[in-house]
């Protein structure tokens, strides 16, 4: 099943910050962190991943903790269209493993 | 922006029938993929492709379920006698790297077996 945990939900005001954390304690030392979201009824979409440096992009950064057991995604300025469902994956880097394995993620709900 | 596109968006069937659903993969990917969600539930993953060939499936992906790439550019899962548990939102995806790349995914086609 899902190597990962996350709250059910948050919500976060327009233009603050949303901080999305995700344990994943048993993590090993070749599986990367992955994001992704879905907003209701779409194709999930692809955010960031890592490995353990701290990743930015135009779309988020992702904090990820020195022993790897936890991180968190960081929506710099929330708008409206960023509430989703958002999905924190553990997946092996091994030649073989090919599927995201999804949980039930984390609602975000961004508020006016 | 290139993107992952299928085709139709809603099909509905009654059981029993075939049903081929389609994709066009970003056209550099050499991975793909097809996912399904029944309505309320997690994404789920079905099957993998790559050199014409599966390279991973679940428990899911059982006799009845095919995937071709009949050309250069459609990727198509086919259910050959949907059930009613069949009923969910499938969606394709690709990549251009299998292990730590990015998947990119499709809209999604809602099939609703009646």
């Known amino acids: 099943d899902a190597k990962t945990t996350q709250p059910t939900s948050m919500d976060c005001a327009e233009g603050r910050a949303a901080n999305l954390p995700c344990n994943h304690s048993?993590?090993?030392?070749?599986?990367?962190v992955y994001w992704y979201r879905q907003i209701h009824s779409q194709g999930p979409q692809y955010i960031i991943h890592?490995?353990?440096n701290n990743e930015t992009n135009e779309m988020a950064s992702l904090i990820i903790t020195e022993d790897r057991k936890s991180s968190t995604l960081i929506l710099p300025h929330a708008t409206l269209r960023d509430t989703a469902v958002y999905y924190c994956?553990?997946?092996?880097?091994?030649?073989?493993?090919?599927?995201?394995?999804f949980g039930k993620g984390t609602l975000l709900t961004v508020n006016p | 922006e290139p993107e992952v596109t299928q085709t139709p968006s809603h099909q509905v069937t009654q059981m029993g029938q075939e049903v081929i659903l389609r994709c066009v993969p970003i056209?550099?990917?050499?991975?793909f993929y097809w996912y399904r969600q029944i309505l309320g539930q997690k994404v789920e993953f079905l099957v993998s492709?790559?050199?014409?060939?599966?390279?991973?499936k679940s428990e899911i992906f059982d006799d009845q379920f095919s995937v071709e790439r009949p050309d250069g550019s459609n990727f198509t899962l086919k259910i050959r006698s949907t059930k009613l548990e069949d009923s969910a939102m499938y969606f394709c995806?690709?990549?251009?790297?299998?292990?730590?790349?990015?998947?990119?995914f499709g809209p999604g086609t809602r099939l609703t077996v009646t």
């Open positions: 995806a690709s990549s251009l790297i299998a292990s730590y790349g990015e998947q990119y």
């Open positions: 048993t993590i090993s030392g070749n599986e990367y």
């Open positions: 890592g490995l353990k």
């Open positions: 994956i553990v997946r092996d880097s091994g030649g073989s493993n090919y599927k995201l394995t």
């Open positions: 056209s550099n990917h050499l991975y």
């Open positions: 492709f790559y050199n014409n060939e599966i390279s991973e």
